[in-house]
């Protein structure tokens, strides 16, 4: 199992994610970008300045906290801090791209897509993770996918790390509490 | 725009009692809360389901209006289910019915207690004798602390911070719970505290709490970002202690002439109910250097960030 894709590695990816996108939507009609924080949200900013690059004028973008949605709140002990959602633009009839870093069970995404629906009905959601490390608990799949990570151990941690948030870009596959 | 990097969780405590007890960051983390959840109120549903299965009960033991509502309203938006329970207290008993009062409450299994009653220490005590969540919504004279909560986050919100604010809050302040929360909460947070009012209605006293006590309110007038004109509570003032209402009005009334002596960017903020005319001029009230409203929009955020953080210990 490979534990560790430098800066190279997510450079890739997130090239290859924006070919997708260039296939999947057209750059001339309007697309939501809606990031789920904290990691999506930075996913999400740099995804719209390549797009605009390649020719998609019509993008809106928003953030999503999804704690308030979460299907564990009552178990998980003590809740984590909320921060603010911004959806600013109106989701009624837009192709939507969900944007997370790491796909596992599901649950962040089935969370997301009740909070979406919250703010209106969009034409389609697509979601879109820089890395798919298996688990699913839910029956939840990305439509586009920068990295596939195979036989992750349930214990271990796919750890998304990038230069807004974390000083550098990288993934790393560690055991947890390291 | 900067990003935060995971924020870890600093709130540990079950009830909400005073913001005497809060430490800086505590009130910090309330008010970042209440910012998350000022945007749910903007959203076409008005609606989270963080609360859902959960349950409120508003047990108020005195006339509320607005608190009542704000915090029903509130623990709505989180989903919870709310119960109203109120009743007006029998001056002979006022422990015992509290008892009774939280035991029935309790049987029937609810998860948070907002509790108002005349006496203060009531939800302190409250606290200590149930298992659920309990948060003041005003105890007597001692605390308001929702109310304190949602002054600081409506100056914040007008200044950017509240460190270095010069707020005056004037009029009964023997009387207020308002003033004592918000005292607490300013002084912790690092704003200069002016207290104004008779020398009947403001000892000396509350220089020991961190405030400065000034009994003319003209002395003063022109230094203050905030004025904060408090209630004047015709059913809590003994006669004695009390002006006359023209002369109240005349001495520590916010008239066109004070208002014209204030600062140009003064923000003018009242915990309602007005008297208007009387601690108050109408005009003022509903000008453009005014918070009230906002005060009472941004009530139903704090609110929703303490019955969140409340209930979040899992």
Same mark, same amino acid.
């Given at each position: 199992?490979?534990?560790?894709?430098?800066?190279?590695?997510?450079?890739?990816?997130?090239?290859?994610?924006?070919?997708q996108?260039?296939?999947t939507?057209?750059?001339?009609?309007?697309?939501?970008?809606?990031?789920?924080?904290?990691?999506g949200?930075?996913?999400?900013?740099?995804?719209?300045?390549?797009?605009?690059?390649?020719?998609?004028?019509?993008?809106?973008?928003?953030?999503?906290?999804?704690?308030l949605?979460?299907?564990?709140?009552?178990?998980?002990?003590?809740?984590p801090?909320?921060?603010?959602?911004?959806?600013?633009?109106?989701?009624?009839?837009?192709?939507?791209?969900?944007?997370?870093?790491?796909?596992?069970?599901?649950?962040s995404?089935?969370?997301?897509?009740?909070?979406?629906?919250?703010?209106?009905?969009?034409?389609?959601?697509?979601?879109?993770?820089?890395?798919?490390?298996?688990?699913?608990?839910?029956?939840?799949q990305?439509?586009?996918?920068?990295?596939?990570?195979?036989?992750?151990?349930?214990?271990?941690?796919?750890?998304?790390?990038?230069?807004?948030?974390?000083?550098?870009?990288?993934?790393?596959?560690?055991?947890?509490?390291t | 725009?900067?990003? =935060?990097?995971?924020?870890?969780?600093?709130?540990?405590?079950?009830?909400?009692?005073?913001?005497?007890?809060?430490?800086?960051?505590?009130?910090?983390?309330?008010?970042?809360?209440?910012?998350?959840?000022?945007?749910?109120?903007?959203?076409?549903?008005?609606?989270?389901?963080?609360?859902?299965?959960?349950?409120?009960?508003?047990? +108020?033991?005195?006339?509320?209006?607005?608190?009542?509502?704000?915090?029903?309203?509130?623990? /709505?938006?989180?989903?919870?289910?709310?119960?109203?329970?109120?009743?007006?207290?029998?001056?002979?008993?006022?422990?015992?019915?509290?008892?009774?009062?939280?035991?029935?409450?309790?049987?029937?299994?609810?998860?948070?207690?907002?509790?108002?009653?005349?006496?203060?220490?009531?939800?302190?005590?409250?606290?200590?004798?149930?298992?659920?969540?309990?948060?003041?919504?005003?105890d007597?004279?001692?605390?308001?602390?929702?109310?304190?909560?949602?002054?600081?986050?409506?100056?914040?919100?007008?200044?950017?911070?509240?460190?270095?604010?010069k707020? =005056?809050?004037?009029?009964?302040?023997?009387?207020?719970?308002?003033?004592?929360?918000?005292?607490w909460?300013?002084?912790?947070?690092?704003?200069?505290?002016?207290?104004?009012?008779?020398?009947?209605?403001?000892?000396?006293?509350?220089?020991?709490?961190?405030?400065?006590?000034?009994?003319?309110?003209?002395?003063?007038?022109?230094?203050?970002?905030?004025?904060?004109?408090?209630?004047?509570?015709?059913?809590?003032?003994?006669?004695?202690?009390?002006?006359?209402?023209?002369?109240?009005?005349?001495?520590?009334?916010?008239?066109?002439?004070?208002? /014209?002596?204030?600062?140009?960017?003064? +923000?003018?903020?009242?915990?309602?109910?007005?008297?208007?005319?009387?601690?108050?001029?109408?005009?003022?009230?509903?000008?453009?250097?005014?918070?009230?409203? /906002? /005060?009472?929009?941004?009530?139903?955020?704090?609110?929703?960030?303490?019955?969140?953080?409340?209930?979040?210990?899992?």
């Open positions: 199992m490979r534990t560790q894709y430098d800066a190279d590695d997510v450079k890739r990816a997130i090239a290859a994610l924006v070919d996108i260039a296939v939507f057209s750059h001339d009609k309007p697309l939501g970008i809606i990031g789920i924080r904290t990691r949200e930075v996913l999400a900013q740099r995804l719209t300045q390549l797009l605009k690059a390649r020719g998609f004028a019509r993008i809106e973008r928003g953030t999503l906290d999804i704690t949605y979460r299907d564990d709140l009552s178990e998980i002990g003590p809740k801090l909320v921060r603010p959602t911004a959806v600013d633009f109106d989701l009624a009839g837009m192709p939507i791209l969900l944007v997370d870093d790491v796909l596992f069970t599901g649950r995404i089935r969370a997301a897509l009740t909070a979406l629906a919250d703010f209106g009905r969009p034409a389609v959601i697509r979601l879109l993770v820089l890395a798919d490390r298996g688990g699913r608990e839910l029956p939840i990305a439509d586009l996918v920068g990295l596939t990570l195979k036989d992750v151990p349930r214990e271990h941690r796919v750890n998304v790390r990038l230069k807004e948030t974390d000083q550098v870009d990288e993934i790393v596959v560690e055991p947890r509490n | 725009m900067t990003l =935060a990097s995971d924020d870890k969780p600093r709130w540990t405590r079950k009830h909400l009692l005073s913001l005497e007890e809060l430490s800086a960051d505590e009130i910090r983390v309330i008010l970042d809360q209440a910012d998350a959840f000022k945007e749910v109120s903007t959203r076409s549903i008005k609606k989270v389901p963080a609360l859902r299965g959960r349950v409120v009960v508003n047990a +108020f033991f005195e006339d509320s209006t607005r608190t009542r509502t704000s915090f029903a309203l509130a623990a /709505q938006r989180l989903s919870a289910d709310v119960i109203d329970f109120s009743e007006k207290t029998s001056s002979t008993n006022k422990g015992e019915t509290l008892i009774d009062t939280a035991r029935n409450i309790e049987a029937m299994g609810v998860d948070v207690i907002v509790v108002r009653h005349g006496a203060a220490g009531s939800a302190h005590y409250l606290a200590r004798t149930v298992k659920c969540s309990v948060v003041n919504a005003g007597g004279a001692h605390e308001h602390p929702t109310q304190g909560l949602l002054d600081v986050y409506t100056m914040r919100e007008r200044f950017g911070k509240i460190e270095g604010l707020v =005056a809050i004037v009029g009964d302040i023997a009387n207020s719970r308002v003033a004592r929360s918000n005292l909460a300013l002084n912790k947070l690092g704003a200069e505290v002016i207290l104004v009012g008779p020398p009947t209605l403001l000892s000396r006293s509350f220089e020991q709490l961190g405030a400065r006590v000034v009994h003319d309110f003209d002395s003063i007038i022109g230094e203050v970002d905030v004025i904060n004109m408090l209630r004047v509570q015709f059913e809590r003032v003994k006669s004695s202690q009390f002006p006359s209402v023209r002369e109240f009005t005349r001495l520590f009334g916010l008239t066109w002439d004070r208002f /014209q002596r204030c600062k140009k960017d003064v +923000f003018i903020m009242h915990p309602g109910p007005m008297n208007r005319g009387i601690e108050i001029q109408s005009d003022i009230a509903d000008g453009p250097q005014s918070g009230i409203l /906002q /005060q009472v929009t941004n009530g139903l955020s704090v609110r929703m960030a303490v019955l969140y953080l409340v209930t979040s210990l899992g």
